[in-house]
């Protein structure tokens, strides 16, 4: 393994680098004859895949990594090959990648910056991991995305909502999936104006961290757009558990819609105590009161039981989708581990699939030139429709669902229903949008 | 006026929760001079007493219904409770409706056992030892509770909500003459509240009046004298460790529909409970219970618009500013004793 | 040497031989075995081992000496990374001006926050440290976010002014030219070994530290800490003002947190808010201990106990163990993968969790308790260095809440 990360800059700087006291003699020096970082040289190729295992979010982890191993199993020619065969490319064969059967590592992020980058690093250190995907919350995303731009690594971005994953933290070499905040708000609006009407009054309770506050920016910028006004927004602390104080206000304050900008155990503790203060069954304004919840997970909608019933909110997929890609997915997903793949899981599988595919058009693992097989990549088949991967940001474009809370779930699996599947154009934008504006995506990095 | 009023009873009932935990942590922490990092973990435990209790209510016999299909395409699997199949839908139905409330039953033999067991397999072997060896054994004892919920129940957050009649919220408002939609509070947590006030109540009395509690107390006070009477003090001692685990337990099991228990909820509730306990004073059970009901109320008020908007994150500190507060204007806390753990 | 006695420059001799062949030593294992996992011979993880040491040894002179525990130790580590990340953005990537911007920073918030907390004592102490602490991560987090780049992280962008970076410069963190995340590597017969830079200007450091605080252990002022610990009481009955050697231990611990946190944004030019929290001021508490309080080399060893499980175990999951496993028969192997899967990958936290409690109860005076037994058992054959230094092992506090 060499990880001598030289960029352009460093390669002039190598012979002071020698002569430096702390450098260590250079007959040691393995001769540096890979072109790019962990560059594949024997009959298999490693991908690191970096899940939350631990803490808040482990079980939405425990699904991305269930879904790693399936991608693994299809491309190595395992199994019923999923998504491959409704995948509009036809690259992969199912012989691996380029020939190499695909082996992996796992790691934790324990949801924290640090760790992640931790463990991000030890799989291109010691494992050679060539690239690294995973990951359940923006703030992890962004920091291991920026790992891997100076790495010289590929990062397949999982679940990361926030605007800035591909606003103003881009990376080139970095890629994203899954929707994101600003698609949220602008899926959700038209439906909100179709089930609630033109003339409401939002109250936004708001994580108080970057993703809460892109979302609520989304969020409030789509709704006023048609018609609602923001009565307020009020920041919680993460490390709020009982929201208890933050909803008696709203009752008062004037508001008939409450917009809860939260994820994970929040979202679940905030919605519960929303339901509690009866918010839902009183009349405000003439208008039943109602609640939002703008980014859904199905782990979420577990968690929080019936007190989503009718509860509007937005998914990158839903497993209830009735294309081929979705079908195939759900029956070899749900065939090896008994119950469907959640929407963490199916980011996870399509980066994966897309990755590997990308190499195998570019005919090379090199990180450059797999960014350049990936950027303005028009595909179909992986179950959101026809979907581009954009050159400017690096940021898939697809349709969005808009999901609620269904009212009477046959199974614990259907207890979220799609309202409508919101088509690709509403939810596009420039990439020079003041939402994403003051990133710079840089230049492909290849390290060594 | 009516924002002032809801945030006192936003603050009670936040009070309650801190104050019953911080009264069993101080019964081990402030009285047998124990740092108990696992209080935590009991409390989580308690919790998924309710979990565990409402699941055993709610064990189901599978049926196939082939009008339906699941995901996979194959026949739904129906489930029916045994519990509706042995006494009627209507019964059957009401018990598991109840659950949690009847968890309690289950949960104080099994809070008291696992205090028991903890107290003497291992806290007994820790009291002559440095602070710093009980606060590396009892964390390494939360993490392996928390680890074995976490293989049995998984991480996510498990709803179990509160019997049909609790649910829902009751228009305090109107009781006193406001108007409709004022002051509306929910059901469950004005139950909390009375529920930890009664918890509250029984230890204060069960020490204050019986001789056991007599005992307990000139043993907090001297243990040697108390042992040179010829007084067996370990044992009442292992009594009190059950009983703090209890208390700690029926907090648990009670907040279950107040949010939904997950894995880690008793680390979320760890440091808030020792800074609790410090602020009301080491070796003071009143001082415990005032300073979770002024912790309450006052991080209540500090999330309040008009405060927020003057001091921005004002309520992601408040507690800790509270806390800096008493401590240098009071040296040992609201109503602490002294020399108990001021080494 | 040095000014040192015998007993403790061999001890420094160890730790510098240690430090120097760590790349040999963390990675037993030929790149190819299936043992290879348990290698922790990769830059980053022996960058962190040696980090986390430096924290936990300035961690110990507060709380080996004079018995004070802190429990708001990692804001001072977030400071220092901060410090050093805004240096980056500001002017280059050169790590010097940051780490020692990082030891001020560091200091001045120690004064402070030191000056408030030791008005008292006990846990009274611990919980106001605590709460400064808590009070820094969360305004961190959120309402500092200008500042600290809140959830995210503080981190360099590219239009960020970097005044003295010029054309020919490296772009990551860097000592004079000296790039950190450079590496040599070493292949000999199935094995890998990589010598990188950051790793060795971190060992570097960290003998200067360890060095320093065994002088600080043998001084006067030392000696005075450690009657702060025995008994204050007394001490202030003889008419000295114990204070001010409190405060001077708490702000030089503070600084070597913060130097610590300046390495950690050298060797990885991020700072995150999340090391500020209170479970990062717990782990240096838990590493310390378990390495053996009071004992100097004591906490190097709990750092690298519990970093050492915290990245490799987490990463042992069911593919590697069947890996391991396979040469059995299916039964058996599956018999062995289901035993030990509870323990590793997602479940590491169990594993630490037991290790924290075995080890506290066979062994009461940490690691280093369990290193001088194994030495008593062998005899003294090696004499002197490398295990504890007895006589000057602190007496354990008495029972307190009498």
Known sequence: MSNSNFTRRGVLKTGAIAGGSLAVPTIFTAGSASAFTNEPTGSSVTLGFNVPQTGPYAEEGADELRAYQLAVEHLNGEGDGGMLNTFSSKALKGNGILGKKVEYVTGDTQTKSDAARASAKSMIEKDGAIMITGGSSSGVAVAVQGLCQEAGVIFMAALTHSNDTTGKDKKANGFRHFFNAYMSGAALAPVLKNAYGAERRAYHLTADYTWGWTQQESVQAATEAMGWQTVNNVLTPLATTDFSSYIAPVLNSGADVLVLNHYGGNMVNSLTNAVQFGLRDKMVNGKQFEIVVPLYSELMAKGAGENIKGVYGSMNWNWQLGDEGTKAFVQSFGQKYGFPPSNAAQTSYAQTLLYADAVERAGSFNPCAVVEALEGFEFDGLGNGPTLYRAEDHQCFKDVLVMKGSDNPTSEYDTLEIVEVTPRAQVEYAPDHPMFAGGDLGTCNPGA | ?343 | MFGLEKKDTSLLVIVAILALFAPFILNPFPTESGLAQFNAGYPDLMQRFVIFGIFAIGFNILFGLTGYLSFGHAAFLGVGSYSVVWMYKLLDYNILPGLVLAVITAGIFALLIGFVSLRRSGIYFSILTLAFAQMSFNLAYSVLTPITNGETGLQVYNNDKQILMSAGDPTSPHLFGIVMNKSANLSIAGWDFTFNNGYYFCAVILLIVFYLSIRIFRSPFGMMLRAVKTNQTRMNYTGLNSRPYTLAAFVISGMYAGLAGGLMAAMDPLAGAERMQWTASGEVVLMTILGGVGTLLGPVLGAGFIKYFENIFSKINDNVLHGWFSFLPDGLENLLVGIIHPFVGKGWHLTLGLLFMLVVIFLPGGLMEGGQRIRERFGKKKGGGGGKDAEHHPKEAPHVAE
Request: glycine share 12%; with cysteine; proline share 5%.
């Open chain 2, 1 to 343: 006026m009516d924002a002032i009023l809801l945030q006192t009873l936003n603050g009670l009932d936040k009070g309650s929760a801190y104050a019953l935990i911080a009264l069993g942590l101080t019964l081990i922490f402030g009285t047998l001079g124990v740092v108990n990092f696992a209080h935590g973990a009991l409390f989580m435990i308690g919790a998924f007493c309710a979990v565990t209790f409402s699941r055993l209510f709610s064990l189901s016999y599978e049926t196939l219904d082939p009008t339906k299909k699941d995901f996979l395409g194959n026949p739904l699997k129906v489930k029916t409770p045994y519990l509706e199949g042995w006494f009627g839908p209507e019964l059957g139905g009401t018990l598991i409706d109840w659950a949690v409330p009847l968890s309690i039953i289950f949960a104080i033999p099994v809070m008291i056992f696992i205090g028991f067991a903890m107290e003497r397999g291992l806290i007994k072997h820790f009291y002559k030892r440095p602070h710093a060896d009980q606060i590396l054994v009892t964390f390494g004892l939360a993490i392996v509770l928390q680890e074995v919920v976490k293989y049995f129940f998984g991480a996510n957050p498990i709803p179990t909500p509160a019997p049909m009649a609790f649910r829902g919220s009751a228009d305090l408002g109107v009781l006193i003459g406001m108007d409709p939609n004022v002051v509306i509070y929910p059901v469950w947590r004005m139950v909390y509240f009375f529920f930890a006030a009664a918890i509250i109540g029984a230890v204060f009395s069960f020490l204050q009046f019986t001789t056991f509690g007599m005992v307990v107390r000139a043993g907090m006070a001297d243990r040697e004298t108390v042992g040179l009477l010829g007084i067996n003090i370990d044992r009442r001692f292992t009594i009190m460790f059950g009983i703090a685990a209890a208390v700690a337990g029926l907090a648990g099991v009670m907040y279950t529909p107040i949010n939904s228990p997950n894995y880690h909820m008793g680390m979320d509730f760890l440091v808030l409970s020792f800074v609790v306990v410090v602020v009301g004073g080491m070796g003071s059970l009143p001082g415990a219970v005032l300073a979770g009901f002024m912790l309450g109320i006052l991080e209540s008020f500090a999330s309040m618009n008009a405060i927020k908007s003057l001091i921005p994150g004002i309520d992601q500190i408040i507690i800790y500013v509270i806390a800096i507060v008493i401590l240098l204007t009071r040296p040992r806390g609201l109503m602490g004793r002294k020399g108990v753990m001021e080494d």
